[in-house]
């Protein structure tokens, strides 16, 4: 009987160290583990406090991948532009090239003349007016913003005559170190569309990269630098930015608030309500788009 039990105490006792082993070993540090992964993601919450600075390095360089659903003009808890009853938020249009012939792969960027052309009539047609990048308020009428990205040189040759026809309005947002390279404005073609008075030229940077995983020094250089070359240029100090690359962050328009007025994103969207004025959607300009399109497309 004695030997019996001593067998059994042996057997318990190996069990427990086995159940001592195991909840010291695998289990608990691929637990921990899991953990430090965990806390990596909290900067991403706006409620947490976390004090550590790695932890809010690491979030801030992860941030700018979610920036296109975060900065949702609508559901943003920034400043806005309000709207009264009875008023019209003037509609963002987003250009980049008015040319017959694409002149790179990115067929869908290049708007036909014709096209651009039929697109006003309509506007007109439709009683809308025009306003600058630069002086977004809402009105008693319709009004749209005609934007061009980049500063291409059809922006000259193609737009600017259609424009001039139409008596209508357009602002260029030109990265200023593209000025007189192939491809893009001159100097003088920016100045004589800028004297018309048809034309207002405005910041899409210096260097068109993308501005949210730059250091602050850099971004408030792309900012100032190229606001600096448009005023030399044209006279006028545009308080305007389209963002290049169409990347935001809340760095990125936290230091933008210091510089410009309002910010064009690539959020295709128009808007009936309150607007962030640094984070305003424009509706996507297209090849193949007539006036009947864009008429469908404003409702
Ligand atoms: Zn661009």
């Not at 001592?20 to 070993?25: E, G, I, K, L, V």
């Not at 003349?113 to 319709?142: M, R």
């Not at 910041?203 to 630098?225: A, K």
């Not at 169409?246 to 309002?262: L, M, N, P, R």
């Amino acid at each position: 009987m004695k030997h019996i039990l001593t067998i059994f105490l042996a057997i318990i006792l190996v069990i427990g160290l086995g159940y001592a082993f195991n909840s010291t070993s695998p289990g608990e540090n691929l637990q921990l583990s899991y953990i430090q992964d965990i806390s990596f993601e909290i900067p991403f919450d706006a409620n947490s406090n976390s004090e550590n600075p790695k932890s809010r390095k690491s979030g801030f360089h992860l941030y700018p991948e979610f920036s296109a659903e975060i900065y949702n003009p609508f559901i943003t808890d920034k400043p806005t532009v309000s709207i009264s009853d009875g008023e019209h938020s003037p509609v963002a249009l987003m250009y980049h090239a008015v040319n017959e012939v694409p002149q790179t792969s990115l067929d869908g960027l290049f708007l036909r003349p014709s096209e651009f052309e039929d697109q006003l009539k309509v506007l007109n047609d439709l009683g809308y007016s025009y306003c600058f990048a630069d002086e977004f308020q809402h009105s008693d009428t319709p009004s749209v913003i005609l934007t061009f990205d980049d500063g291409y040189t059809d922006n000259y040759t193609e737009m600017f005559p259609i424009l001039k026809k139409y008596n209508a309005k357009a602002t260029i947002f030109v990265f200023t170190a593209a000025i007189d390279g192939e491809g893009y404005l001159t100097r003088e073609q920016i100045q004589e569309m800028s004297e018309s008075g048809l034309v207002r030229f405005a910041s899409h940077s210096h260097n068109h990269n993308n501005l949210t995983p730059m250091s602050e020094e850099d971004i408030r250089y792309e900012f100032e630098h190229s606001k600096q070359i448009l005023a030399e240029l044209t006279g006028h100090e545009t308080n305007a930015i389209s963002y290049p690359t169409g990347k935001t962050s809340d760095i990125v328009i936290q230091i933008a608030q210091d510089y410009f007025h309002f910010g064009y994103t690539t959020v295709n969207s128009t808007y009936t309500g309150d607007c962030n004025p640094l984070l305003i959607p424009r509706v996507r300009i297209y090849r193949g788009m007539t006036g009947k399109g864009l008429a469908a497309r404003l409702g």
